[in-house]
């Protein structure tokens, strides 16, 4: 069966090219945009009761034309709220959940997945590497909100279009492009931004300039932030009050001396505070209509910061660590793009993209009263190739194609530092040295059948390679020091969007996404649990998800739009970690000891099914009611053969707003919600962490509901000058999403002044 769906794709999509390929081609439907002709349209909402084009399935399309969900929030939008990071803005669209395990950066959970089950887009550069873990991920911290034009992500799996990792969804961020003049007059625009908060006491300064003739366009956009040590809410667990803080002392030649200090203000969270500065520059040339080419340069850097979650954890009644600290987040781009309008047997239109891209991060730790702080490192090259491809076959088919070409290459070290002598000593690194490939065609045809009915089906193909040399690990490993491993994964979909009545919409699609192992899965070597050792295994396989989606919209006049969403996923060969014989035998020596040996391994499934919902209402001239809620649930086995819930699938969450909106002014009054997941809710995986959860009246870890009134204001003071302040959490509710080591701001003004050229 696994094989049959692909083959009855591929099967369609050829018959598809057959039925047509005799026919004429000269009539072009307008309806099948080019990326050079199709940019998006930055105004329209998530919800928004018109029709909006989307780019989150590679190729420019009408948006009601998709059979799968995607929502979209434009820069418009997303700035009127002043998101903190990109993590901030994807929940604004009330259908994103959001982990923090600090204060900067936030993991993404979408229909039951985070991590590396989900798959990050820079204007068609894949952010993900090959060093994605399991665990909730803080890279998107790496992006500027300030910088981004519009945001969209594409629920469910999404590896036809993106290839590895797009099991749950995809987010596809779209930057700031140069304006071109349309005459022979030049263009100049930018932006100013200052902004602060009290929660926080943040700083932030944003610069956006560019100018623009007819060939040539420029962009520039540079934000630097501050950000101090978060306040939490006045009301809710005493849980989430850290007691104390921890105040390292030591000297060169002298000893340790770390002192916990009780907290003086127990609503600061204390270490959480760090700084960050981003640039963009772009050069576009558009030598004829034909022709747009791109090029761009982006750098971020972070200072160090805290991971709060991991200074809350205590052992023989003690803070366990006097230092638990991400190392400054580095990640620069260079991105070229070309596109084409050729018109000719081959395409239509063509875009390639060429980046390479450089990661560096670190972890920092030392245990209370311990000289020996540990530095893990790792840096990360990323280069991408892509070529996509659109073809008009006639005037109801279009074909789109394309391939894809993946390089990482991974180094990593470990170093230990004599905080009291200076003495510097080689630790483990996190991994070996590594590099792993990945190489795609894909293929998407679309098929008009009538006005009121469209298919859709894709097909795509994946070869991966991994090699890993563990000679550079900085100790002796007991199995082959040079290790490698390849495969292939066949992908799919098939969907159609029919449109009975002009007021109803019906969606069916089924997707295939798969995620191939990486350097993660299969080059580290650490205790993943006291007793026992994981060892690398280089038989893993990719790992497949299968989702049904239905989708039905019902429109009421001009006045009101209802959209509801049912989805069902299935995981197979999950890579979870399970028990294992290495060389014949359950257990191994490691560092002296005797260890039960792990790895991880395609041993299990899971099942993830829920419902989206969203009302959008304008029932006055000025006035709007938006509204969605998401409920979710899902079960993966354990390696007793039992089941737990799913570790990502977050509690029912969601946002509500009434607001007033014309061209001077803004105003809302807007809710954010999440239900209670209580301890028999709790995943097996997430009960051992009492340090980040409330207790019940047993004593059990569990995530309390809350939910939080919201007001904010836009308005435009002069022309070009626009103010916004938003005032968080009114009630001052202290509160952590679900699965979070830290508490969200208590009551919090954000207050920002924009002024536009």
């Known amino acids: 069966m696994k094989r049959i769906v692909p083959l009855i794709l591929l099967l369609f999509c050829v018959h598809a090219v057959k039925l047509t390929a005799h026919r004429s081609s000269a009539h072009r439907s307008s309806a099948h945009r080019s990326p050079l002709t199709a940019e998006p349209q930055d105004t329209l909402s998530t919800s928004s009761l018109g029709e909006l084009v989307v780019s989150a399935s590679r190729w420019y399309r009408p948006g009601e034309e998709q059979p799968v969900k995607v929502s979209r929030l434009a820069f418009e939008q997303s700035n009127a709220y002043n998101p903190q990071t990109a993590a901030d803005m994807l929940g604004l669209t009330g259908e994103v959940f959001i982990q923090k395990s600090q204060y900067g950066g936030g993991s993404p959970m979408i229909r039951g997945f985070s991590a590396n089950r989900l798959l990050y887009s820079v204007d068609g550069v894949r952010m993900n590497t090959a060093i994605f873990r399991a665990g909730n991920l803080q890279n998107v911290i790496s992006l500027d909100p300030f910088a981004v034009s519009s945001t969209e992500v594409l629920f469910g799996p999404g590896s036809v279009c993106y290839g590895s990792d797009a099991i749950g969804g995809a987010m596809v961020f779209n930057t700031l492009q140069p304006r071109l003049s349309q005459d022979r007059s030049p263009v100049f625009y930018g932006s100013a931004t200052l902004r602060g908060a009290t929660a926080s006491s943040e700083f932030t300064g944003h610069l956006h300039l560019g100018a623009g003739w007819r060939r040539w366009g420029f962009t520039t956009s540079f934000t630097a932030s501050s950000f101090g040590d978060l306040k939490q809410g006045l009301h809710g667990p005493e849980e989430y009050i850290m007691p104390y803080i921890v105040v390292p002392e030591y000297s060169m030649g002298g000893e340790v001396k770390d002192h916990v200090l009780a907290n003086s203000n127990i609503r600061l969270q204390t270490p959480s505070g760090y700084s960050q500065y981003n640039f963009m520059q772009k050069v576009r040339y558009a030598p004829s209509e034909r022709w747009n080419m791109e090029y761009a340069f982006h750098m971020s850097r972070t200072s160090e910061y805290a991971r709060y979650d991991r200074h809350q954890r205590m052992r023989n009644g003690k803070?366990?660590?006097?230092?638990?600290?991400?190392?400054?987040?580095?990640?620069?781009?260079?991105?070229?793009?070309?596109?084409?309008?050729?018109?000719?047997?081959?395409?239509?239109?063509?875009?390639?993209?060429?980046?390479?891209?450089?990661?560096?991060?670190?972890?920092?730790?030392?245990?209370?009263?311990?000289?020996?702080?540990?530095?893990?490192?790792?840096?990360?090259?990323?280069?991408?190739?892509?070529?996509?491809?659109?073809?008009?076959?006639?005037?109801?088919?279009?074909?789109?194609?394309?391939?894809?070409?993946?390089?990482?290459?991974?180094?990593?070290?470990?170093?230990?530092?004599?905080?009291?002598?200076?003495?510097?000593?080689?630790?483990?690194?996190?991994?070996?040295?590594?590099?792993?490939?990945?190489?795609?065609?894909?293929?998407?045809?679309?098929?008009?059948?009538?006005?009121?009915?469209?298919?859709?089906?894709?097909?795509?193909?994946?070869?991966?390679?991994?090699?890993?040399?563990?000679?550079?690990?900085?100790?002796?490993?007991?199995?082959?020091?040079?290790?490698?491993?390849?495969?292939?994964?066949?992908?799919?979909?098939?969907?159609?969007?029919?449109?009975?009545?002009?007021?109803?919409?019906?969606?069916?699609?089924?997707?295939?996404?798969?995620?191939?192992?990486?350097?993660?899965?299969?080059?580290?070597?650490?205790?993943?649990?006291?007793?026992?050792?994981?060892?690398?295994?280089?038989?893993?396989?990719?790992?497949?998800?299968?989702?049904?989606?239905?989708?039905?919209?019902?429109?009421?006049?001009?006045?009101?739009?209802?959209?509801?969403?049912?989805?069902?996923?299935?995981?197979?060969?999950?890579?979870?970690?399970?028990?294992?014989?290495?060389?014949?035998?359950?257990?191994?020596?490691?560092?002296?000891?005797?260890?039960?040996?792990?790895?991880?391994?395609?041993?299990?499934?899971?099942?993830?099914?829920?419902?989206?919902?969203?009302?959008?209402?304008?029932?006055?001239?000025?006035?709007?009611?938006?509204?969605?809620?998401?409920?979710?649930?899902?079960?993966?086995?354990?390696?007793?053969?039992?089941?737990?819930?799913?570790?990502?699938?977050?509690?029912?969450?969601?946002?509500?707003?009434?607001?007033?909106?014309?061209?001077?002014?803004?105003?809302?009054?807007?809710?954010?919600?999440?239900?209670?997941?209580?301890?028999?809710?709790?995943?097996?995986?997430?009960?051992?962490?009492?340090?980040?959860?409330?207790?019940?009246?047993?004593?059990?870890?569990?995530?309390?509901?809350?939910?939080?009134?919201?007001?904010?204001?836009?308005?435009?003071?002069?022309?070009?000058?626009?103010?916004?302040?938003?005032?968080?959490?009114?009630?001052?509710?202290?509160?952590?999403?679900?699965?979070?080591?830290?508490?969200?701001?208590?009551?919090?003004?954000?207050?920002?002044?924009?002024y536009n050229l």
Not at 524 to 538: E, R, Y
Not at 702 to 725: D, F, V
């Open 319 to 754: 803070p366990r660590y006097a230092e638990w600290n991400y190392g400054p987040q580095e990640w620069t781009m260079n991105h070229l793009c070309v596109e084409h309008k050729g018109e000719n047997a081959v395409y239509d239109s063509l875009r390639i993209n060429l980046a390479m891209q450089l990661f560096k991060e670190s972890r920092i730790s030392r245990n209370l009263n311990d000289p020996l702080r540990e530095v893990q490192t790792e840096d990360l090259d990323a280069w991408s190739a892509n070529m996509d491809f659109s073809k008009n076959l006639t005037n109801n088919v279009t074909l789109s194609y394309g391939m894809e070409y993946v390089l990482n290459m991974v180094r990593s070290r470990g170093e230990g530092y004599d905080v009291t002598t200076g003495e510097k000593s080689v630790i483990p690194a996190r991994y070996p040295k590594a590099s792993w490939h990945s190489a795609g065609l894909y293929a998407q045809a679309e098929w008009r059948v009538h006005r009121t009915l469209n298919l859709e089906a894709g097909l795509r193909y994946n070869h991966y390679f991994i090699r890993n040399d563990f000679s550079t690990v900085g100790y002796d490993v007991p199995f082959a020091p040079l290790q490698s491993s390849d495969a292939g994964s066949v992908s799919g979909s098939a969907g159609l969007n029919w449109r009975p009545l002009p007021d109803w919409l019906f969606r069916v699609n089924y997707a295939r996404g798969f995620r191939a192992p990486n350097v993660d899965d299969m080059g580290k070597l650490f205790d993943s649990v006291d007793g026992c050792v994981t060892v690398p295994n280089p038989f893993l396989k990719p790992e497949y998800a299968d989702n049904i989606e239905l989708g039905i919209s019902k429109r009421f006049g001009p006045y009101l739009r209802l959209d509801l969403t049912a989805y069902y996923t299935h995981l197979s060969n999950a890579i979870v970690r399970r028990d294992y014989l290495f060389n014949g035998s359950p257990t191994m020596q490691y560092q002296g000891e005797e260890c039960l040996v792990q790895a991880l391994q395609n041993a299990a499934e899971a099942n993830v099914w829920g419902i989206q919902a969203a009302v959008d209402s304008r029932f006055a001239r000025y006035f709007y009611v938006k509204a969605n809620v998401n409920w979710q649930r899902g079960f993966e086995e354990l390696d007793n053969g039992q089941v737990s819930p799913s570790r990502h699938v977050a509690p029912l969450f969601g946002r509500a707003s009434i607001g007033f909106d014309n061209r001077k002014l803004q105003a809302e009054v807007y809710t954010a919600f999440q239900a209670e997941c209580d301890a028999a809710s709790m995943p097996e995986e997430e009960k051992g962490k009492t340090e980040i959860y409330a207790k019940d009246a047993n004593g059990n870890p569990y995530s309390p509901g809350w939910i939080t009134l919201n007001m904010r204001l836009s308005y435009l003071i002069l022309k070009g000058l626009h103010l916004h302040a938003t005032l968080e959490n009114l009630t001052d509710r202290r509160y952590r999403p679900y699965s979070s080591g830290i508490s969200a701001p208590g009551r919090n003004i954000t207050f920002s002044l924009t």
